[in-house]
């Protein structure tokens, strides 16, 4: 097996362990209206990135990783508790490839259900056996603060003038990267990590998440649509305010600068004008400058692994770090 | 000053240290979107009777009331966090004779202020100094829990044929009682108080919560219009499926019964037939039902006080009791 082989089954066998968590959460499923469409929700599957980073951060400062898996599967239950909410607000349809709570039932039943997510997650968290407890439920307490701030920011963009590249990584950071930084520093608390080692992973998490939202905008428009399993170009039929479409915005001239004003103000653009903005992207520079944001943040966080000792979990810590880097979906 | 008077101040006490923290709770109100409704949503006021009875049980376990401060405080943000979601689910206009956060701003912004609301409560109850705390967040988070499930059977008793008042009861355990029960068994917590105490003022909490309810049902036929503050009779317009209702439908024959079907089948009736519904109410016997009903579970709240050592806390405690059973608004 190649190192990489390696590393990839044991994120596998971390995450089987959640996904089974999460499978037995739930044990008496009544009332029916609240717990079938939050099973439903549980099972749409995932990466279950923040869990498994969580059990890896806690094998990282020497912990058990099986005494993280209530963290992790919590953490999980948070973020889809975000999810369930998020898509009410934006008024998504799908996710996963599935059709949504608030659509598949309706937006009471969403809202009913992302606060029982909420709930449980808290549930599952308050399970692990910790002299930390206090600080867990902390931190995780301040990622659902950042998270809603975060959701908060994001909705204002979409109508606020004038949002800057900086607004952007103030509200990624708080919507996206807090989770990631998180789940990352609740598994140093589980591992009874000393206050370094906490901090440094603390710290990969936060870049990695940076990264990861990034990398998720540039893939919204770069990637290979078969691959990513979505349409190309969401963002831009939408209007977004991506990482991309600010910084264009701050360095295109002339009739670029007016094309992206006028996405701006349309709130979006016809499918068939996807192409046109790809390619503005890339002539600005906005594409590269993407690019190298996102490694930058890679590379912050392999720095902040090397002051960890050298174990098994910070590889796979680092090995994840480039996975995100060449993800392509 | 009489017995009553210096009970009541003892309560005003404990309400005023608890208006105080929620008045400082958001020190950085940014971004504004999410923390302008969210300072409305707290500064509406209201009886405070969770926080306070949360006190109150510290002190009678012999613990200090201000050790208790940011647990009352908590739970009565998280009472708050269930009005502003419950608002939206009911689509109510108004609470607190004030304009309802969906209606004032709009459904995304009030989802998100709920949310939020629920993470300042956790914020709010991490705060506390205890050996209990796991516990403490443990009983915490099983009324959240609780909360969500009484609303979904709430929302499911509005088209489901052959509810009865067990039904009911355990519907009103599960969105009212509980949390008054936890607010309680808190308090104990916070205090440190015996297993036995804990169960007691537990006890106390879950019978006072089902006696306010019904009471509600209640008053909302037979007070007077003027000291309820609101309309008479407006579960009988909304066809709500009352402790009133399911017990007079138990009870009635002939053509009472037809005309409560009939209310039923029509999801409410026109404001000039509450008058006639009312004296079935009370010819059928289900207003003297719902007033024994309250007796007995304010005398069994009272039972569970007299296991308590006698204390001030605990003879304010029975005075609050009384004060239900009696309030008229």
Chains 1, 2 share one sequence.
């Not at 999460?22 to 029916?32: E, M, Y």
């Not at 717990?35 to 929700?41: D, H, I, N």
């Not at 953490?75 to 009410?88: A, C, G, K, P, S």
Request: proline share 3%.
């Amino acid at each position: 097996m190649s190192q990489a082989s390696i590393h990839k089954a044991r994120y596998d066998r971390h995450k089987a362990l959640v996904e089974k968590r999460l499978a037995g959460l739930v044990k008496d499923p009544v009332p029916c209206s609240l717990y079938e469409p939050l099973k439903y929700v549980l099972a749409a599957g995932g990466k279950r990135i923040r869990p498994v980073l969580l059990m890896l951060a806690c094998e990282a400062v020497g912990g058990n990783a099986r005494n993280a898996v209530h963290a992790g599967a919590a953490i999980e239950i948070l973020h889809n508790f975000t999810l369930v909410h998020d898509d009410i607000m934006d008024n998504a349809g799908s996710r996963r490839g599935r059709t949504t709570v608030h659509i598949k039932w309706d937006t009471n039943v969403a809202i009913l259900v992302g606060d029982e997510l909420l709930a449980l997650a808290y549930r599952e968290l308050l399970q692990t056996t910790s002299p930390n407890i206090q600080r867990i439920a902390e931190s995780f307490t301040d990622g659902v603060v950042e998270v809603c701030e975060g959701q908060a920011y994001d909705k204002e963009f979409e109508t606020r003038p004038g949002v800057t590249v900086n607004d952007y990584l103030l509200m990624i950071e708080k919507k996206t990267a807090k989770m990631v930084s998180v789940a990352a520093e609740i598994g140093a608390l589980v591992g009874n990590g000393s206050t370094k080692a906490i901090r440094a992973l603390r710290l990969y998490g936060h870049h990695i998440g940076l990264a990861f939202q990034i990398q998720d905008d540039l893939l919204d428009i770069m990637a290979n649509e078969a691959e990513l399993g979505k349409k190309i170009g969401g963002d831009l039929v939408e209007g977004k305010k991506t990482f991309l479409l600010l910084e264009a915005l701050q360095r295109a001239t002339g009739s670029d600068k007016d094309l992206l004003k006028e996405l701006v103000a349309s709130k979006g653009c016809p499918p068939e004008r996807i192409p046109e903005y790809k390619k503005i992207y890339i002539d600005t520079g906005a594409e590269a400058a993407a690019r190298r944001r996102i490694e930058r943040e890679i590379n912050r966080s392999k720095q902040e692994l090397r002051r960890l000792p050298s174990t098994r979990a910070q590889a796979v810590l680092e090995w994840f770090a480039d996975m995100l880097l060449h993800r392509t979906y």
